[in-house]
């Protein structure tokens, strides 16, 4: 039988495109949240015990002691259209509002790390085109001051469309305070910016370092 050579191997299936998650990195740091409805989503989540390289031998013997946890706490700066400015946070039980401003809420403070849920802000997008720029972050409270070793990721949610993730996994240098995405308004969209910016010092620090401007008193939980 006589072969046909005009014929042609049928095309190799075209990879499956995931949409499910979008991680934020050095070199792709932006992602638009193009007319969004309901609410957004940031949660943190932790190794609230994280692994620790175990020595063997004699060392083991001199080093050996309990692991120490990592409470982190999330929380966040807001500037609203109108120039209103605050922080949504546990420190000082400013857990915010979602229906009233800022129209962010915080639901709640996880001090053991032991749930599985993590933290969770809540932004209500019915209200962005009030909101000018939310800057996300996280803050060790307790333990010892190593975001890399806490095995952070940040995943922010919206109504519709892929998740946004943001890992907390370079080295931070004993900082406990890491800014971790910047939420800009630009009428009824937002944009969000990967930051992963670490900070020695508190809440006043990050403040400074991005010019919001406000005034800071001690709190406490």
């Given at each position: 039988m006589a072969i046909d050579y005009t014929k042609k191997a049928p095309a190799a299936p075209t990879p499956a495109v995931?949409?499910?998650?979008?991680?934020?990195?050095k070199s792709?740091?932006?992602?638009?949240?193009?007319?969004?409805?309901g609410r957004l989503r940031v949660n943190l989540n932790w190794d609230a015990q994280p692994a620790e390289a175990k020595?063997?031998?004699?060392l083991k013997r001199l080093v050996a002691g309990p692991a120490t946890g990592i409470?982190?706490?999330?929380?966040?700066?807001?500037?609203l259209a109108d120039g209103r400015k605050g922080v949504v946070q546990a420190l000082g039980n400013s857990f915010g509002s979602l229906d009233q401003p800022p129209y962010i809420q915080l639901s709640g403070d996880?001090?053991?790390?032991?749930?599985?849920?993590?933290?969770?802000?809540?932004?209500?997008?019915a209200h962005a085109a009030e909101i000018r720029r939310i800057l996300v972050f996280a803050c060790i409270y307790e333990g010892v001051p190593s975001f890399d070793r806490a095995n952070g990721v940040v995943t922010l949610s919206p109504g519709n469309g892929p998740e946004i993730e943001?890992?907390?996994?370079?080295?931070?240098?004993?900082?406990?305070?890491?800014a971790i995405?910047?939420?800009?308004?630009g009428g009824a969209d937002l944009t969000v910016r990967r930051e992963v910016?670490?900070?020695n010092g508190s809440q006043r620090a990050l403040d400074e370092a991005y010019g919001w401007g406000m005034k800071w008193a001690p709190g406490r939980k």
């Open positions: 995931s949409l499910s998650k979008v991680s934020l990195t792709s740091p932006t992602v638009s949240l193009t007319k969004q409805t020595p063997t031998g004699f409470d982190l706490d999330l929380g966040c700066l807001y500037e996880d001090r053991s790390g032991a749930s599985t849920g993590g933290e969770d802000l809540f932004v209500n997008l943001v890992r907390l996994d370079e080295q931070a240098g004993g900082a406990r305070m890491c995405a910047l939420i800009e308004g910016r670490y900070i």
